[in-house]
């Protein structure tokens, strides 16, 4: 039987149907937790997104591919551990030593262990081939891909790669049911620091990082503002698949703000005095509804990114308008040039305006 609660659990791990972009907009059609899963514990039911508590092994694979965060597992927080791993004694990720399936980290976690490392950081993926968790190989696809966008942006960024992936073969070989139950017992081992005072630092940055906002993104901003003196350059050409920014045709929008109303992150916000649009580049998340929910197609994702605006959350005026009144209706509406008449009234001037000529004017 499906559970119908807002959040689900299934031993540790849980999923949070509310804090998810598929469920929380019907047109938006994010499966990144569905593509990873090993089990196929995630299902769509009535378009919503599910969790079968039965399938589900905790693997905690699934958790970094969230972009809301929708997906924890109580025994390993990865943004507590982004924080904490740059002062530890080691500079390697293994699901062997320090962590879980290495699937729990997203890009943002990897940019900013690497930036903060002293020395250069290390990805074990020697077991990945074997793991009974990446039997279809999209387990260890993902990881990849998330370490080579890490290094592509610290490469840009600090003139470095970030990231070394150990790729040697272990040297002993152990069955696939062995290396499974192994994983399984990583992800249910407390990964926590033996000092109770760390414990509490962390969890009171953390705590002071709660907004609308994913935290592995506030955290990649602080350390963005910490390094960004020393990047040769930031700016980033093109369009990228970790931030994006935005542009509004002042022609095109009504100023109606739905796009305002349904961004789940609060990246776009009215301006004081609800005549103009504000976009913050590093509140967004790229999830796509802005540019979806616009009836008049009026705002889209554009090139180029300003770091020093993500990192230090600067807003930019999209758009802004000077209300006045209808001479028709006489509801104000944003104006944008020629005779005083909104939208509505100037298309049913258009379609109609013969049927109310005189006889003797004809």
């Known amino acids: 039987m499906l559970n119908s609660a807002f959040v689900q659990n299934k031993g540790l791990f849980s999923f949070s149907a509310t804090a998810c972009l598929r469920n929380a907009y019907f047109h938006n059609d994010c499966r990144n937790c569905m593509d990873l899963c090993p089990q196929d514990a995630f299902v769509l039911v009535r378009n919503k997104l599910t969790l079968l508590e039965a399938q589900c092994v905790e693997c905690a694979a699934c958790i970094g591919s969230c972009p809301t965060e929708a997906l924890r597992i109580e025994s390993f927080d990865p943004n507590a551990f982004t924080l904490t791993f740059p002062k530890s004694e080691t500079n390697t990720l293994s699901c062997k030593t320090n962590t879980p399936c290495l699937g729990v980290f997203d890009v943002h976690h990897f940019i900013a262990m690497g930036l903060n490392s002293q020395s250069s950081m290390q990805c074990d993926l020697s077991h990945c081939q074997e793991c009974a968790l990446n039997e279809q190989g999209n387990v260890e696809w993902a990881i990849r891909k998330k370490i080579a966008q890490s290094n592509a942006i610290t490469d840009t960024l600090a003139q470095m790669s970030c990231i070394e992936i150990i790729e040697k073969q272990a040297e002993e070989h152990n069955a696939r049911r062995a290396l499974f139950r192994t994983a399984l017992t990583k992800v249910h081992e407390v990964i926590a620091d033996d000092s109770g005072d760390k414990r509490s630092e962390v969890a009171g940055v953390l705590q002071r990082m709660q907004t609308a906002l994913p935290q592995k993104y506030t955290i990649l901003k602080q350390t963005f503002k910490e390094h960004i003196e020393q990047f040769p350059t930031t700016t ?65 994702t554009v ?46 001037k258009g379609s109609f305006e013969n049927m109310f000529v005189l006889a003797k004017d004809q």
């Open 303 to 348: 090139e180029g990114i300003d770091l020093v605006s993500i990192a230090f959350d600067r807003g930019e005026e999209l758009v802004h308008y000077e209300m006045v009144m209808c001479h028709e209706c006489r509801c104000p509406y944003p104006y944008k040039g020629g005779d005083p008449l909104c939208d509505r009234c100037k298309d049913f």
């Open 236 to 300: 980033l050409e093109g369009m990228h698949p970790l931030f994006f920014n935005k542009h509004i045709d002042f022609d095109t929008c009504t100023n109606c703000g739905d796009c305002i109303q349904f961004c789940p992150t609060e990246a776009l916000f009215a301006t004081s005095d609800k005549q103009g649009i504000v976009f913050k580049s590093g509140m967004c998340i790229g999830c796509g509804i802005c540019d979806d929910i616009c009836k008049s197609n009026a705002i889209a």
